[in-house]
């Protein structure tokens, strides 16, 4: 297809999660990305440096046109000037005014890492890791004013493995955009696919995570607060205070042990010599952690300095 008849996007996303979809857009035969809209560069490390977005970066080096206003409503008249067929939004970092909603000729579309409508909101990805559910996937959504209420183009879902973290899950959800947001525009903007309302009573909303979200309460379940461990990994990180000192558990997994007689938040070695915790309901098998002001280690490293000052099962 020549320049002149390829449809015109404009492309608004910030993370690394928007990187697959951004990279399929400017590989495809039926789209020219007039545009790239990101948020402003942001002090980052000890040194406070200003750094771009990796949506940034990845459209300088592509040679495209880049946009960085504080608000995107500051950007209309430019976005009119440009007369994009559709806008795609991938993990922005702003809410869209439905003045720019409305003015490509096909509107907006939201790549959204989550079924919805379950999860809406921030920390989507996390959400089903938590709660313990079978699957994960992405939406592709047509923007309305509300928040992930617009109606679904497409939806694609990805089993979670036992293993899954927030960071793994991440990585597939991005690449599982980029797969299909190209049938997906082609569909919608040929006539080929029916935007299908949500059913607003299934919508729970998921709000930003803090670094405190990362405290866990030894007094849950086993199971739970592995899944915890899983969900807020790589941020905010999970922390709880064990026999009195901080420490961060990085991997852990579910122990057969119901029952040490232990106290929750007891650090101890098992029959087998694991190390492991109490919790409120069963015991955690601790693989890899990380003792406040020291490096991380694993199970095995730590019991080389700590064992002797560890306790037994009492059942």
């Known amino acids: 297809m020549s320049q002149e008849n390829k449809y015109k996007i404009i492309f608004a996303g910030t993370s690394e999660f928007g990187l697959p ?21 942001k002090k980052k490390g000890r040194k406070q440096e200003l750094t771009p977005s990796p ?11 880049v946009w960085q206003p504080q608000r ?11 007369s994009p067929d559709i806008m795609v939004v991938v993990s922005y970092g ?20 989550s079924l919805l409508p379950r999860y809406r909101g921030a920390a989507v990805i ?3 890791i938590l709660n313990g559910d079978e699957k994960s996937g992405v939406t592709i959504i047509k923007m309305d004013s509300g928040l992930d209420t617009g109606d679904i183009l497409e939806q694609k879902e990805l089993g979670l493995e036992p293993e899954e973290t927030a960071g793994s899950l991440h990585d597939k959800l991005a690449a599982l955009g980029g797969e299909i947001i190209i049938p997906a525009l082609q569909g919608y903007i040929q006539g080929n696919i029916t935007p299908q309302p949500q059913d607003d ?17 030894w007094k849950g379940t086993a199971k739970e607060i592995e899944r915890a461990i899983r969900a807020l ?53 601790i693989k890899k952690l990380q003792p406040e002001g020291k ?16 306790p037994q099962p009492l059942e």
């Open 201 to 217: 009573s299934r919508a729970s909303y998921k709000k930003m995570l803090k670094k405190q979200d990362g405290h866990l309460d």
């Open 21 to 41: 979809c951004l990279k399929s857009l400017i590989e495809s035969d039926l789209f020219e990305v007039v545009a790239v809209i990101t948020q402003p560069d």
């Open 126 to 128: 996390p959400a089903p």
């Open 55 to 65: 949506v940034k970066q990845e459209a300088q080096e592509k040679g495209l046109k």
């Open 94 to 113: 702003q809410i869209i005014p439905e003045e720019i909603l409305n003015i490509p000729e096909y509107g907006c579309v939201n790549v959204h890492g």
């Open 233 to 285: 990994n790589p941020w905010p990180g999970t922390f709880g205070y064990a026999d009195g000192k901080l420490i961060k558990i990085l991997e852990a997994e579910p122990n057969i042990l119901n029952n040490s007689g232990h106290l929750p938040g007891t650090l101890f070695v098992d029959n087998n010599g694991h190390l492991s915790l109490q919790c409120g309901q069963g015991v955690l098998r």
């Open 72 to 82: 995107i409503e500051d950007e209309a008249d430019s976005i009119q000037e440009l």
């Open 295 to 310: 490096k991380t280690l694993t199970a095995e490293e730590f019991l080389q300095g700590y064992q002797k000052h560890l």
